[in-house]
């Protein structure tokens, strides 16, 4: 079992920055990719970015291309997504999860375990 934990998220400008935390207890991450998805109210989850055990290797969806970054530490058990010039559509519940099976995926199907999110609320 991987518990995971997000904080990091809040009430932002447009413009501004924010950066989500996402650590990890039961299991060491290094075993594990990692992904950040979103929700927004009355849509459905949509994959961020991801990132392959070492880190050496991250992908991410094109409305975000430039703006994140997906990061992680092993030695602290966390991943870490730096959001800049943040946009009022940005906003929506951010969640990390686990992926054992398929690096890299963009399908939420293919990840494990999952955190609870956090808010990120992107005002215009």
């Known amino acids: 079992q991987v518990q995971l934990v997000e904080s990091g998220g809040g009430l932002v400008q447009a413009g501004g920055s924010l950066r989500l935390s996402c650590a990890a207890s039961?299991?060491?991450?290094?075993?594990?990719?990692m992904g950040w998805f979103r929700q927004a109210p009355g849509k459905e989850r949509e994959f961020v970015a991801g990132i392959n055990w070492s880190g050496g290797s991250t992908n991410y969806a094109d409305s975000v291309k430039g703006r994140f970054t997906i990061s992680r530490d092993n030695a602290k058990n966390t991943v870490y997504l730096q959001m800049n010039s943040l946009k009022p559509e940005d906003t929506a519940v951010y969640s990390c999860a686990t992926n054992y099976r398929v690096p890299g995926s963009s399908r939420a199907g293919d990840y494990d375990y999952w955190g609870q999110g956090t808010q990120v609320t992107v005002s215009s």
């Open positions: 039961g299991r060491t991450l290094s075993s594990y990719a």
